[in-house]
């Protein structure tokens, strides 16, 4: 079973259907006056939290306070956090705020990011793999990817993805610095910018499990840093980032593909414009690429729905905090012409047939015969009203059972 | 044997941005039923290449899918100016399609030879003047 992090409040859940018009799978239907997510289809995309008018739908994540037992606490900050924050243009202050929360140490996801970037150089060279190649950074494209395109499985990177590196070179780094400490000492924090990603830490990747422990929501700490923040302003920084431009960039759409070097990339976000470009991939009708960057929300992780500030104008603040930062300070050390064993991630996602009607192929032919015709009398407004997407949806519904009758339709205009 | 499942679609011409619409839908619906991924590719890139045609040469026309136990048929009718030399038409890189076309990065020649690679069966009827009609089968 797959551990979601998107959870209903039913007592503010109104029933009003806007999350059911816009998941993007259809995994929501509106049952007994308030929203039902159907945990198969669901990719933990964040939408629904998103549109959410009665804010019934949030991210489920740990809180910070609630895992005081490690020894040595370690926070991993997603770069999108960099760009939250008014007038800030040095990524230090942020990072000895996380010093001043409680965290013993800081290790940047985006000095991770940087050491993918350049695995991913490597890897666009290796002959014989399917182009272009798909990155494997949003998990929630991930997961769309298994459950609606098994053509393209084969065209996800398999890197590991910077948190995952960065979880690794954090545990390493602490134990190299405090050798007295036991691996049961040292608790790595994941600030996560979507809900996505809190997933993917809970479930893994197939046999792979997350190195990270805890994952805390990036609104969370937000409010916690403001304030140490304010109190750290007079006195300067102990602490020193060591991320470049181009860690910092992957928080936005286009930075992860703009940085291997190579003008044959696309980079796609919003959860619909992903799917287009995984439609025309699939057809073959795109261009001769190299690299495919997608991102579920619109703006990349910028956009996730544990951020605090819009997308757009947490991109802007990134360019400034990026302005007179090397380019990149991670560097692979200069002999190494391959990607280490230990960054591979081998497993692919499984195909889940979730759309298929039946087991048996003549069943689903019958099926789908029935749910065309019921859907010819539907009055095809796709209004909601029955607590179904669209009246395709609402008719399928019927066929697979899930719904008694067709009397649920309120503006139906005839029936037979 | 269950009976067949008919899916139509109008093909609307001179419009390049909904053309690859019937071959999204008939991707959705092939996935309900259960078809192999493989099978649902080979399906979606006929058509999505015969709907392409249709826009450039003919105005449009009309797609329809027929779902059988054993096979899968596309039949794909336009009333366009017609095919004069198939055989031409069938080669690899031969193409009419004009300039404005090919700008946009269409119209380079493999679109019948794609459908015909990517089914297991293509006729080609057509008369200069009336319109052309394809069928494709691709087997279950």
């Known amino acids: 079973m ?36 159907n945990e198969d289809r669901c990719i933990d995309c964040g939408e629904c939290i998103r549109v959410c008018p009665n804010n019934a739908k949030k991210a489920m994540c740990s809180k910070f306070e609630h895992y005081q037992h490690y020894k040595y ?109 036991e691996d049961s000492d040292i608790g790595l924090y994941f600030i996560s910018p979507c809900a996505a990603k809190v997933s993917y830490i809970r479930n893994g990747f197939g046999k792979y499990k997350s190195k990270i422990d805890v994952v805390i929501s990036l609104k ?45 990339y696309l980079a796609a976000d919003g959860i619909e414009n992903v799917n287009k470009v995984l439609d025309a991939i699939e057809n073959g009708n795109i261009p001769q690429l190299e690299f495919v960057e997608l991102n ?75 749910i065309e015709k019921i859907r010819s009398a539907l009055p095809g407004i796709d209004c909601g009203a029955c607590g179904s997407p669209s009246c395709r949806a609402f008719a399928e519904d019927l066929v697979r059972g899930m719904v008694e009758d067709v009397s649920a339709c309120k503006v139906m205009k005839k029936c037979d | 044997m269950s009976e067949s499942l008919i899916f139509h679609f109008d093909v609307d011409g001179e419009d390049f941005t909904s053309a690859g619409q019937a071959s999204v839908q008939v991707k959705k619906n092939l996935r309900r039923l259960g078809i192999s991924p493989e099978i649902i590719r080979q399906v979606s890139i006929a058509m999505y290449e015969g709907e392409i045609n249709m826009v450039i040469h003919a105005h449009g026309g009309s797609a329809d899918v027929v779902v059988n136990e054993d096979k899968i048929e596309i039949i794909l009718a336009d009333k366009g100016p017609g095919i004069a030399d198939i055989e031409l038409a069938m080669q690899e890189g031969y193409s009419t399609a004009p300039d404005s076309v090919r700008s946009l990065g269409f119209g380079a020649g493999m679109g019948l030879p794609n459908m015909k690679r990517y089914t297991d069966e293509m006729t080609i009827e057509s008369k200069v003047g009336e319109g052309t009609t394809i069928k494709m089968v691709v087997k279950l």
């Not at chain 1, 059911?20 to 929203?35: K, N, Q, S, Y």
Request: a neutral charge; proline letters at 6%.
């Open chain 1, 2 to 37: 797959y551990a979601h992090s998107v959870e209903l409040d039913v007592s503010k859940c109104t029933g009003c259907t806007t999350c059911l018009r816009h998941c993007p799978t259809e995994a929501i239907r509106i049952r007994g006056g308030h929203a039902v997510i």
């Open chain 1, 73 to 181: 606490k370690i926070a991993l900050p997603a770069p999108s956090l960099y760009g939250q924050f008014d007038n800030l243009d040095d990524v230090d202050i942020i990072l000895q705020g996380l010093l001043d929360i409680g965290f013993d140490d800081v290790f940047e996801v985006a000095q991770a990011a940087e050491l993918v970037t350049e695995y991913t150089r490597l890897y666009l060279k290796t002959p014989g793999i399917k182009k272009p190649v798909i990155s494997s950074a949003c998990p929630a494209v991930v997961r769309l990817i298994s459950l609606r395109y098994p053509y393209l499985r084969d065209n996800l990177m398999p890197i590991l993805p910077p948190i995952e590196v960065a979880a690794m070179m954090a545990r390493a780094k602490a134990k190299q610095e405090h050798p007295e400490l």
């Open chain 1, 220 to 264: 969370d700490v937000y409010f916690k840093l403001l304030g140490a923040m304010k109190k750290s302003e007079t006195e300067s920084p102990t602490i020193n980032s060591k991320s470049g431009m181009i860690g910092i960039s992957w928080a936005s759409s286009g930075g992860e593909s703009s940085a291997i070097l190579n003008d044959k």
């Open chain 1, 296 to 370: 579920a929300c619109t703006g990349g992780c910028v956009g996730g729905v544990m951020t605090i500030e819009n997308p757009f104008i947490a991109r802007t603040r990134l360019h400034s905090v990026r302005r007179y930062l090397p380019v990149s300070q991670n560097r692979l050390s200069g002999d190494m012409s391959y990607v280490p064993e230990n960054c591979y991630s081998s497993e692919l996602p499984e195909y889940t047939p979730i759309a298929r009607l039946s087991e048996n192929f003549s069943e689903s032919m019958r099926m789908m015969a029935q």
